[in-house]
C-alpha cells in the first residue's frame, strides 16, 4: 500500500473527482480528511470508506473561510496525529464575459478556487514540513493555458493555482513536493451545471468529449490515478510541475 499510515486532506471530497480521490487514496491505505459542504454526501463517503477497513473524517465548511481550513489542519492533528498530504480540489465557475460578470461572482471565484487553497496551505504546510515526505497536489484545469467563452474568472484563477504550485515549490522545495493538475472536460456534475451556458446541454457535454484525442470525457478514476502517483513517493523527483490530463485537447483536440 503506498500511503500507509500517511494521513491526507482532500477538498471537494463530496463529489466528482474529489470523491474519485478520495477512494483511490483510501484504497492505498491513506488517512483522510474530507473537506465539502454537503453533509450527507460527506457522511455517505466516510461509510463508503469505512466499508473498505479505512477511517477517515468529514467536516462540513466552505473552503472560502480561512478558520475552517484551520479547522481541517486541526481535525488531522487531533485524529491521526500529523499531516503528510493536501489535495486542493474544490472549485466553482461563474460564466459571464466581464462586461456582464458580476464583482461578487469574480471575488467568489477567486475565494473558492485560488484563496481557499492559500488558507489551507497557510495551516498545512507548517504540519507537513514535520513529516519525511509531504506533498500537495492542486486540481487546477486546462483553462489555466486555454481560453474558454464566458469563462474569465475562472481561467484567470486556474492560472493563478498554477503559479501558486509552481511559487510554493520554491519556498518549500526540499521539504515539500507540490504539483498542479490540468484535467480537460471530465464526466462530473461541475460539467454538467457549466453546460447549461449552452442552447443545447447535453450536446454540449457530447461534443466536449468528441472534441479530444482520445473521443471521450475523462472519468474521475482517470484523474484520481494521476493525483495517486503525485501524492506517493513514486513521484519523489516531481515538484513545481503542471500536469495536464486532457484526453490531449491542448495537444490538438
Ligand atoms: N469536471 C471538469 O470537467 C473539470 C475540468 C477541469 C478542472 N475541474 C476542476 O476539478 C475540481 C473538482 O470538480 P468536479 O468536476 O469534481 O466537480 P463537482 O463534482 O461539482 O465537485 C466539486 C466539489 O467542490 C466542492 N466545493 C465547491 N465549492 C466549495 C466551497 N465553497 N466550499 C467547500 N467545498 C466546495 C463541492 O462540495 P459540495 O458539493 O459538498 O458543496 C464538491 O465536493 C474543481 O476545482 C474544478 O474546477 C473540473
Not at 491521526?80 to 456582464?100: C, E, K, R, Y
Not at 498545512?124 to 509531504?134: D, G, Y
Amino acid at each position: 500500500m503506498k500511503l500507509q499510515n500517511q494521513t491526507l486532506i482532500i477538498t471537494g471530497a463530496t463529489s466528482g473527482m474529489g470523491k474519485a480521490i478520495a477512494i483511490e487514496l483510501a484504497n492505498e491505505g491513506a488517512n483522510l480528511i474530507l473537506s465539502g459542504r454537503d453533509q450527507k454526501r460527506g457522511n455517505a463517503l466516510m461509510a463508503e470508506l469505512l466499508d473498505k477497513g479505512q477511517v477517515s473524517k468529514f467536516l462540513p465548511g466552505d473552503v472560502g473561510d480561512i478558520e475552517y481550513n484551520k479547522q481541517l489542519v486541526d481535525l488531522a492533528l487531533a485524529t491521526f496525529g500529523g499531516l503528510d498530504g493536501v489535495v486542493t480540489n474544490a472549485g466553482m465557475l461563474g460564466l459571464a464575459p466581464v462586461t456582464s460578470l458580476d464583482p461578487y461572482i469574480w471575488d467568489r471565484t477567486f475565494r473558492t478556487n485560488v484563496d481557499a487553497v492559500f488558507f489551507l496551505l497557510k495551516y498545512a504546510l507548517p504540519e507537513m514540513l514535520k513529516r519525511p515526505s509531504a506533498s500537495v497536489v492542486g486540481n487546477a484545469s486546462i483553462a489555466a493555458f486555454k481560453s474558454f467563452p464566458n469563462h474569465p474568472a475562472y481561467c484567470a484563477s486556474k492560472a493563478a493555482l498554477v503559479a501558486l504550485a509552481k511559487q510554493v515549490a520554491v519556498d518549500y522545495g526540499p521539504k515539500v513536493r507540490i504539483n498542479a493538475i490540468c484535467p480537460g472536460p471530465v464526466d462530473t456534475p461541475f460539467i454538467h451545471d457549466s453546460a447549461i451556458a449552452f442552447p443545447d446541454p447535453v450536446k454540449a457535454v457530447e461534443n466536449a468529449g468528441k472534441a479530444t484525442l482520445l473521443k471521450r470525457l475523462g472519468e474521475p478514476e482517470d484523474i484520481a490515478k494521476l493525483v495517486l502517483f503525485l501524492v506517493s513517493d513514486d513521484a519523489s523527483w516531481i515538484t513545481g510541475s503542471a500536469f495536464t490530463i486532457d484526453g490531449g485537447i491542448l495537444a490538438g483536440g
